[in-house]
């Protein structure tokens, strides 16, 4: 069975990391589904939340290989249920009078915001959890999108007293 | 002090006595300052066998061995030899020369990102920026080479650094490195479980791997199995982890090994697996192999635990520490019905040859060549034909057995027999290879003359690339493609233009007497052993 994974996994802040995380995944055939990457509070320290589905053993090696890499600190691992998930997507789109509203109301129903304009384009910015960032896409559709740009999904785990 | 003579300095630290290499202008400074140490130097012919000759001595001695070439082509040519220790897992400090650093990433001459070609083969990497970290970078690259699960550490040093001049050098003493702790004592209630199954079972066996070997864990494996009366198996990187006739052991596993190894496995009740990958040539259906027994799976490296093979109780950690706590747990277990139906299979399964009388039959020979090397010699097989062959009849006695298994590299056994000898000279070390795979090292003739290097070389010829030929014989109904290797040089007049000795053994007649003169002194020699082309290895 396919199953979705989230690993965040905090690595050294230097050159050529994000490389070799991504090259792991490629000779070992593994998915990424997603992949976003920042600084944390400590600037020697990145996070990276990468995204990716196979079956169990699957899931597992991708920890423990992660785990091998001497460049990795920590690898953390959780489900989507057990974290808060966001994406943060940039979408431009072609507008004319007659499609304006429709536009205006979908952004509104999906809690999406209009953060730049022109005489015939706007652009729309939504941050949410991927499946609605995916939605909003799907719902401006009928309308010509002209460009999208997704950060990839962020995570991380929820919020307990004992941490 | 320059960049170079710190990096000396480090290597002298580290108790390195031999670097095998090449050198070239951008690992000039490291050549240079190298001269006023007391580290021998190796020019080895090509710069891949340096990594093998630095494989051969850091399996034999314990050591992390060390090899150092230079930028661009001579880095990528060392790329098969790391490869080569990364799938057996031997610690290497691989040294690479780069181009200036201010020039990195304008494709200038001979430079080349060895960092990244390297990188899904190595343990880890650096390319040194500033020369002041070069004794942190020397102090980790030995360390994460040699400790938890050993493999090649790369250290790419561009020649601006090694020309610049260090602040103040100190080595470190000790590693201070946030993303490696590897485990090296195995979880106290794992190890009971492994023990409490151990009294159940009826029929378990241990199969052991390299791990065994690189952990040093012989005695304490052989010491738990001989009380315990365990029977053990081994893949072809564990063969040498008991003496061959140990009447506890009973061969070599896989589609290459013994029929009555497999058998035992196969009907094992408990299988404990020892510093082993569970290959795909070792087993043939991994994922098939706890339907019918319990499997314990000990390893030094977390990821190898059910990467191929889903283990009832996974066991992570250092082999001599585990069979070390294994043997102060009180238990007891008998298994005599069980190693008497062992002993039953090992007679009754011995594969048949039917060998040609007119050529020398590579088994027999290999079993007189073992009997007649000294007790503790080292017995370094390349890849092909010869290597099943060797696998199969060569008999360990206390020295040990080498060959390239992860990677199945040919040309890997005169290097590595090379990098024995330096490392031990004590030792008897003899390579056996194909006619094959002796052409892909046959350069190194001359490194074993110029710096006297004793090594005995069997070339067992039958003018086809013998391993390839037999998988077309079965897979192509013998339509050989680009297998035939007419046009070889005539090996004795080879040995002469190099000044070896050589002897030639055309049937079983004489094998004796060759083999004593071939094994009677303590210099090279070369022996050339005609084969039939059409013999088989199953």
Redesign the interface.
Known sequence: MKLKRIYSVLVENRSGVLCKVAGLFSRRCFNIDSLAVGETDDPTVSCMTIVSSGDERTIEQIEKQLNKKLDIIKVKTFDESQSISRELMLVKVKYNKGNRRDIMETCEIMKADIVDMSKTHMMIQICDIPERTALLITMLQSVSIVEVARTGTLALPKCSENE | MNGADAMIKCLEAEGVDTVFGYPGVAICPFYDSILDSGIRTILIRTEQNAAHAASGLARTTGKVGVCAVTSGPGATNLITGIATAFADSIPLVCITGQVNSVLLGSDVFQEADI??AV??FV??SYLVKDVNDIPRIFKEAFH?ASTGRKGPVLIDVPIDIQNAQIAKFKYPEEVN????KPTVKGHAVQIKKVIRELEKAKRPIICAGGGVLLSDAQEELRSFAEKYQIPVVSTMMGIGVMPTEHPMYFGMVGNNGKPYANRAMNESDLLIMVGARVADRAVSQPDLITENKILVHIDV???EI??NA?PNIPLVGDVKHIFHDFSKQEFSCQHRAWIATLNGYRDSMKRLRSPNANYVDPAEFIRLLSLKMKDDAVYVADVGQNQIWSCNYHIVKNGRFLTSGGMGTMGYSIPAAMGVKVGSPQKQVVAVCGDGSFQMSMMELATMCQHDIPVKIIVLKNNYLGMVREYQHYTYSDRYSVVDLSGSPDLEKLSAAYGIPFLRLENMDGAEEALDAFLKEDVSMLMECLIDPMDLVK
Request: hydrophobic share 20%.
């Open positions: 960092t990244g990188e899904s343990k880890y994460v490195m946030r993303t490696y490296d977390p990821a059910g990467k889903g």
